[in-house]
């Protein structure tokens, strides 16, 4: 309905939305009320508060690294009174960003309602939402990334597989693991082939995605796995003992046929052999890379071959 | 390199390996020392801390809700002298689970190292790795994921599109947006379309994957964001006026031929016109649902379309 669809705008532009600086006279009184009895138990003198306003109504407040000595009561009596301000002034959400040195300060925010937006490395960041009914505000990251490779050496019809050492059932699988932060799906397989294997290989194409929930080894959140094509450009395998108990150089054939091996192994090794006898076309999703609207970034867009005369937009 | 492997290896199996009860004296030791300071400031009695040991060589401390008094100075000590044992025995890392209210103990593991996992809603959790070199545990979630529906009317040869009111360019759009934790591609799809347009649509495939980093939109993650072909089951919009400016039924070749568009969204109108005019076999990913190897558990697969006769593994 309309109203969750703010919630989806807002989602993307929460994080990108630049805050701008609240000029209004009720932003001051808290930040003033709190540097005051901050200063109370604390020789130094600090930057007091801001509460920052971006542009889809809330309010974001940095605590410092630095606050001294600073106690819990006048953190919570500023929040409070903070808080019915920002009512009274029709704010939709708090969102306050915790240095790990100064988290002492989070329970106190938890007691006024606030709870884990996300937090990594040495910051956690809490929200509140101000208005009625369920926050609109955006979750944070909820799929991990795997990404397997299918190394096929066309010579010999033979593709790359593994088994686990760390597995109840050693079902013959593609070398795979999950993606490093920032790191490209073609380049995940490249690098966990290399890392299991000790195969080099490039990236050709993207075979197919699984999307699977309630992942046990993903902290409870999702699964997205994805499995590349890739072409092998070294053959002598010298695969990591810690991880895997076995790896070989498989017929192609014997894996797709192969019952000791799991559902997806088996489908993308019957969708590869379908490749390998009829024409790769037929199976891959090439990919293209494009600059994205955000300046200097660029992403790689996965999807069916598009005949060259349908790249004018006429298709003609 | 079979170092790295490692790490991949424990990447999905740290969170899935059941933890076993550490039954090692030097458990005992700490746990006491806590349960006794705590005792001194506590009228209550409550159970001692237990360090779990798990089959990665980990150990898990969970904090529980009720601490009443206990202060930080014995839980340091505590977690001093733990750590002490725990370098000693060779375990590998340290996990510890913080329920919010008791997030003034977060600064004072902060202080021995420890940095934040991830956090959410009422929980922090925080690791430390106990071993030489960089930590080899697994990170929380890397992407976030969008989806958009391109909803075909086959009869008119028209597609569904929108214009944000959030966005500085006004440009032609696929309606979309982020998943809810735990929704299926194709639900999103069909979840956001209705909400931004009034159209009611059904999964038909999905036409393309795009993974993007650094997102403005993401915290600081990555984006997958995918576009599925939707078909309109009705045709009347009612369009979200707080999230879009304008909506409509346009002409799919008017739509791939258009400058003021995205260059993701005129590629794919691009792909779509060429499904439409070629038949969609050309362009789609069917999905296919299949039992996951967790007991209960199914996940969707998309690839491209396997002929019957490679689905006995024979492809005869």
Chains 1, 2 share one sequence.
Not at 31 to 47: C, R, V
Not at 68 to 84: V, Y
Not at 141 to 160: E, I, N, S, W
Request: aromatic fraction near 10%; hydrophobic fraction near 40%.
């Amino acid at each position: 309905m309309p109203v969750g669809m703010l919630t989806q705008t807002s989602i993307r532009c929460w994080a990108s939305g630049v805050p701008i600086y609240c000029r209004t006279p009720w932003c001051r009184v808290p930040k003033l009320s709190l540097s005051m009895s901050l200063q109370k138990h604390s020789p130094h003198s600090f930057l007091p508060l801001e509460a920052l306003l971006d542009k889809f109504g809330g309010v974001t407040v940095h605590l410092p690294q630095e606050l001294p000595t600073a106690h819990e009561g006048a953190f919570q009596s500023w929040l409070q009174e903070s808080i019915k301000q920002w009512k009274a002034e029709g704010r939709a959400a708090v969102w306050m960003h915790i240095p790990i040195l100064q988290s002492r300060f989070i329970a106190v925010a938890a007691a006024e309602g606030f709870t884990f937006h996300h937090a990594e490395l040495d910051t956690s960041t809490l929200t509140l939402w101000l208005r009625e009914g369920q926050s609109r505000l955006p979750g944070f990251a909820t799929h991990q990334v795997g990404v397997a490779g299918a190394v096929l050496d066309v010579d010999t019809g033979k593709v790359l597989v593994v088994q686990d050492r760390n597995k109840a059932t050693n079902a013959w699988k593609f070398p795979g693991g999950l993606s490093e932060p920032g790191e490209d799906i073609g380049n995940t397989a490249i690098r966990e082939v290399f890392e299991e294997t000790g195969i080099r290989s490039e990236f050709k194409s993207l075979l197919s995605i699984r999307q699977q929930h309630k992942h046990p080894g993903a902290f409870g959140k999702s699964d997205m796995y994805l499995i590349c094509r890739l072409k092998p450009l070294t053959f002598s395998i010298s695969f990591c003992p810690q991880e895997c108990l076995k790896c070989e150089w498989m017929d192609l054939e014997k894996l797709a046929q192969m019952k000791d091996t799991t559902p997806i192994t088996s489908r993308v090794a019957n969708l590869l052999l379908y490749g390998f006898r009829e024409g790769f076309e037929k199976i891959d999703l090439p990919m293209r890379e494009f600059p994205a609207v955000y300046t200097g970034l660029f992403y790689k867009l996965y999807h069916r071959e598009l005949p060259r005369t349908y790249q004018n937009g006429t298709g003609l």
